[in-house]
């Protein structure tokens, strides 16, 4: 009985997509003209190289094998039984109490199961709240301290894909399509979000 994460609904990409594309018609057409400041940020980057995600994946993935454990003993716990229960005689009082045994710690382990698997949902939910708003708030910082006027989100998608379904999706989520160097913002997060982070970790 394996945990397994859900992933990501789709409707949240496709969310993500329209506020992007609303974000870009709302750029004035004239921005330039005006002195208009825009920057670029890679989230997918900033998420990578962000020392507090590494540190929370870590506390998940240890959350994630101590439930495993518990896992893995209450089905040993149960084969052990069940394998007792078959060297009793047929219509046995003996019998008949390990199969009502075995059957209750089946639902037992079953129970356990769907309890840890929603506990780990859980804190990945707020895991990725927690990162997503630690970077947003940075980046809205930056912007203020080095006065940008718009700071856009750029997707850097794999395209090669064996789907076109895929290969459609990755193109039409993608909001920047080229920037110079200059804009691009991305490094300053990831610095500030890791030095702020290590002075978090000092005072602890």
Sequence with gaps: MKISFVRIPFIIFFLTF?????????????????GFKIGVVDISGVFEKCEKRKDLDQELKNLEKKFQKEINEKRK???NLDEETQLLDLG???????????????????????YAERQLLRRYKEFFETIYDTVVK?????GI?????????????ELKSGQISDLQFKIGIRTVLYHSKD??????????????????????
Excluded: C, H, Q, W
């Excluded at 329209?18 to 005006?34: G, R």
């Design 145 to 157: 301290k080095e006065g940008f006027d718009l700071i856009i989100k750029k997707e850097e998608p």
């Design 138 to 142: 940075e980046v809205e910082a930056i």
């Design 18 to 34: 329209l506020i992007s594309f609303t974000i870009l018609k709302m750029i004035p057409a004239n921005a330039v003209a005006e």
């Design 92 to 114: 046995s009082e003996s019998r008949r109490k390990n199969v009502d045994l075995l059957e209750r710690k089946n639902v037992e382990l079953e129970g356990y199961a769907k």
């Design 183 to 204: 804009v691009d913002v991305t490094s300053k997060v990831i610095e500030n979000l890791n030095a702020n982070y290590l002075k978090e970790k000092g005072k602890k």
């Design 77 to 79: 716990e149960i084969i």
